[in-house]
C-alpha cells in the first residue's frame, strides 16, 4: 500500500509488486515516454543517483507495444531459482528510481 505524501509501498515475503510501462496506442514519437528503472541503495535513492550502488532491473523501452503495456512483476521472496532474480530479507527496505 502506498503511504500518503510518500512513495512507499509495504509488502512482504512472497508479495508480488506489478510495474507497468508507458504505452501509447497512436504514438507521438517525441511525447511518448521510456524509463529505465534501478535497484539503488538508501543514497541512491536521496540522491536519484542510480551510480550508488544499483543496478537496471527494468527498461521500459517500447511504448508503443503492439501487444499493450510492457509489465513487470518483481516477487518478494527469499531464495529465487532464476539468475535476474533478486533474494530480498524481511525488515530490509529497497529502493527503486
Avoid at 26 to 33: D, G, K, S, Y
Avoid at 66 to 72: H, S, W, Y
Wanted: proline share 8%.
Amino acid at each position: 500500500r502506498f503511504h500518503r505524501g510518500d512513495y512507499t509501498v509495504e509488502v512482504s515475503i512472497n508479495d508480488y509488486l506489478d510495474i507497468y510501462c508507458p504505452h501509447y496506442e497512436e504514438p507521438l514519437p517525441e511525447r511518448m515516454e521510456r524509463y529505465v528503472l534501478y535497484m539503488v541503495n538508501y543514497e541512491g535513492h536521496a540522491s536519484c543517483d542510480h551510480r550508488q550502488r544499483g543496478f537496471k532491473r527494468w527498461e521500459c523501452n517500447r511504448p508503443d507495444s503492439p501487444n499493450g503495456p510492457l509489465k513487470f512483476s518483481e516477487k518478494f521472496q527469499l531464495f529465487t531459482p532464476f539468475s535476474l532474480g533478486f533474494e530480498f530479507r524481511p525488515g530490509h527496505e529497497y529502493y527503486y528510481i
